[in-house]
């Protein structure tokens, strides 16, 4: 397998509505990207996207994008991981790239989910014969996990606020957050309406639209694109039972820990050598279950840190680093690769007033469902 390289990306703000239509929306980033690159065509599209055959009556988007690109003859696929569709079809890139049989491959996400209530499709990322029939949603698994991990570790309410005051602190300097000038305070967070007990609307990432892509190229030919290529160090994909009842330990995502190991195995990195980590906040209690499941936090112990400060710009492992899924926005198909922009941008130093310090490597983890699936990517300088 040949190494592979991030040489450009593209993104655009996320917003509540855009008006663009999703062909116009991702051939926009698709666009952006190759021209970051200084490319003019590549030989392969992967576009991630959850939602737009149920919202738009519109399937094979990844076709209909690179048309609208220019690209008609290159392979283009659509790819699909429900909430983590962004991450699967990077991952698709990168193996594309890695095995030879392609030279330059474009990841792409997009989504509009303004355009009809989304809660009931996102559902169906749920057991459709053990789980939807009883009125099961996203928000009301995460929530039953949410009031499982109070009850069991002793964790107060509030403390889970931390997550989201720490995101909406960091997009205040990301151009492209949908919440760029809203911090908020954990009193506020508490204030908040409840959307399934224990979670409150300050919980849960929002409802948005949104495109993000990036090019990969092998890592031997980076340079005749960009003078600051970024390397995909590793990607890996684990699932876990589907169903959260079937489940022996439903408080240890079992998909994270599987596919952290293996990608700390092929980055050849340890746990300790990760400078920033850019988790799928899709609700507060997901961050927390993230960090712990991943071996940065012993269980229980999330929202202490989280109390603590230990995830901010300044702490001990920063995440979240330009707001988000909560702040920056969640436009599903389209957010691992919004991910994937802002570690570009850390990594090169162009991350503005969000800047880490000289960060060396990235972790990007992605939740399809209630963490049936979870992806995994490790990128580095």
């Not at 960009?226 to 489940?247: C, E, G, N, Y």
């Not at 330990?249 to 190991?261: D, F, N, W």
């Amino acid at each position: 397998m040949r190494a592979v390289s991030i040489v450009g990306i593209g993104q655009i703000p996320v917003r509540k509505r855009h008006e663009g239509s999703l062909r116009v929306l991702g051939a926009r980033v698709v666009r952006q990207a190759m021209a970051d690159a200084g490319i003019e065509r590549v030989d392969a599209l992967y576009a991630g996207n959850m939602l737009s055959d149920e919202l738009q009556s519109q399937k094979h988007i990844a076709s209909l994008v690179a048309d609208e690109a220019g690209l008609s003859g290159v392979e283009a696929l659509q790819i699909r991981a429900a909430t983590a569709s962004g991450a699967a079809a990077l991952r698709m890139a990168y193996l594309a790239v890695a095995s030879g049989e392609a030279d330059s491959a474009i990841a792409m996400g997009v989504e509009k989910m303004s355009d009809s209530p989304p809660t009931q499709p996102l559902a169906k990322a749920l057991d459709a014969e053990k789980e939807v029939p009883d009125g099961k949603t996203l928000i009301s698994q995460n929530a039953m996990l949410m009031q499982m991990y109070m009850d069991r570790y002793a964790a107060p309410r509030e403390a889970f606020a931390h997550f989201a005051v720490n995101a909406h602190a960091n997009a205040l300097h990301n151009p492209n957050a949908l919440f760029g000038d809203k911090a908020v305070t954990v009193a506020e967070v508490m204030a908040s309406r409840i959307i399934s007990p224990p979670i409150r609307l300050f919980d849960c990432s929002p409802i948005c639209d949104g495109a993000a892509a990036a090019l990969l190229v092998p890592a031997t030919q980076a340079h005749h694109y960009t003078d600051r290529p970024v390397r995909l160090l590793a990607s890996s994909v684990a699932t876990d039972r589907f169903r959260i009842d079937d489940r022996p330990e439903p408080l240890i995502l079992r998909a994270s820990q599987l596919s952290m190991e293996k990608a700390l195995v092929r980055a050849g990195i340890q746990r300790h050598d990760i400078s920033f980590f850019e988790v799928h906040d899709a609700f507060t209690i997901m961050a927390c279950l993230l960090l712990e499941a991943a071996g940065f936090v012993p269980p229980g112990q999330g929202w202490r840190m989280a109390m603590d400060g230990a995830f901010g710009l300044n702490g001990e492992l920063p995440i979240t680093t330009m707001g988000g899924l909560k702040a920056r926005g969640h436009p599903i198909g389209a957010t691992a690769l919004y991910q994937t922009c802002e570690i570009c941008l850390q990594l090169t130093g162009r991350a503005g007033a969000n800047q880490l310090p000289h960060p060396q490597t990235a972790l990007l983890q992605s939740v399809g469902g209630a963490a049936a699936t979870v992806l995994t990517h490790i990128f580095g300088v």
